[in-house]
């Protein structure tokens, strides 16, 4: 190792440390993090300052985080990261439905629920009926898939959000298995547009950059079924007015469906004459074979 560093022979010379590494894919990563975070460095022409600002940024949001914030998440996600992997790992641009981000409030050991049933939990909110089908891509309905949804409320928050208030019940989520034409549906109440969370650092990024902290509405999904790839995807409101400006960047027009609005008198899909204004979403999704 030289003991005459300069600021361009530093790079190569971390490198090389990784020569021994006995994962080559360990080698291929870190030799290539190393070049562009020196590149980047010398493009910017880092300062101590800045250096220091940086460190302490990493901590803190360390510090902040716990297994319900998760900050080094939400720090991929407002850089584009998280939909970056996602866009290189997963088939987009097939037939199959795109997927996008996970997101931070997927909870494990969510309740199960049996096709048609109320999964609002008791929260209050505008009736919502979603009605979805789960396609191989050749068409065929694929029975017995496990679809996980969950939402906000009417006021932009999760159950995890407002434990307290909710006695630890998890509410506006669940776990259901698709009939045998492929086909779930549930009733629940309709989500709200919300605020990615603002008061760590990285709502200081956002601030700084007088970026919007806004997700647009919508409700997530993950499917797993036997014989197929995992698809964890989003459906976004048509007309939401944040759908270009996704503060995540997970919004994707093939993703914007339809939150027909209807009135009080109308009939719901069960068939209940309702009482006050309601929406149903449809949608189709479609699943790649392994
Ligand atoms: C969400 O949609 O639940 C979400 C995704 C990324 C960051 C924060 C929230
Ligand atoms: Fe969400």
Redesign the pocket.
């Known amino acids: 190792m030289s003991l005459d560093l300069t600021e361009t022979t530093i790079t190569e010379t971390v490198q090389k440390t990784f020569d021994k590494a006995k994962d080559e894919r360990i080698r291929e990563i870190f030799v290539s993090l190393v070049q562009h975070l020196h590149d980047f460095t010398r493009e910017v022409r880092l300062t101590d300052e800045e250096w220091f600002t940086a460190v302490d940024f990493l901590e803190r949001v360390g510090k902040i985080s716990s297994p319900t914030r998760q900050e080094f998440v939400?720090l991929s996600?407002i850089l584009g990261l998280s939909v970056l992997v996602d866009q290189i790992n997963h088939h987009h641009g097939s037939s199959a439905t795109d997927s996008t981000?996970l997101?931070?409030?997927y909870v494990e050991g969510r309740p199960t629920a049996q096709n048609g049933a109320d999964i609002s939990g008791g929260v209050g909110g505008m009736p919502m009926f979603f009605s979805g089908t789960v396609l191989d891509t050749d068409g065929t309905p694929v029975a017995g898939a496990h679809v996980d949804t969950w939402h906000s409320d009417g006021d932009g928050f999760?159950d995890v959000q407002q434990a307290d208030k909710l006695d630890h019940k998890l509410a506006m989520r669940a776990l259901l298995i698709t009939d045998d034409n492929g086909r779930f549906w549930y009733r629940s109440i309709t989500p709200r547009c919300y605020p990615?969370?603002t008061d760590g650092p990285c709502g200081e990024i956002l601030r700084a950059a007088h970026r919007s902290p806004t997700?647009p509405e919508?409700i997530?999904f993950w499917f797993h079924a036997e014989g197929h790839e995992p698809l964890i995807t989003?459906l976004f409101r048509g007309g939401d007015p944040y759908l270009d400006s996704d503060a995540?960047f997970?919004a994707k027009r093939s993703l914007v469906a339809d939150f027909v609005q209807h009135d009080a008198g109308d009939t719901a899909p069960d068939g209940t004459v309702m009482t006050e204004p309601f929406q149903t979403v449809k949608w189709t999704f479609i699943l790649t074979g392994k």
Do not use: C, I, K, S
């Open positions: 939400l996600d981000l997101g931070p409030f999760y990615v969370p997700r919508h997530h989003t995540v997970g």
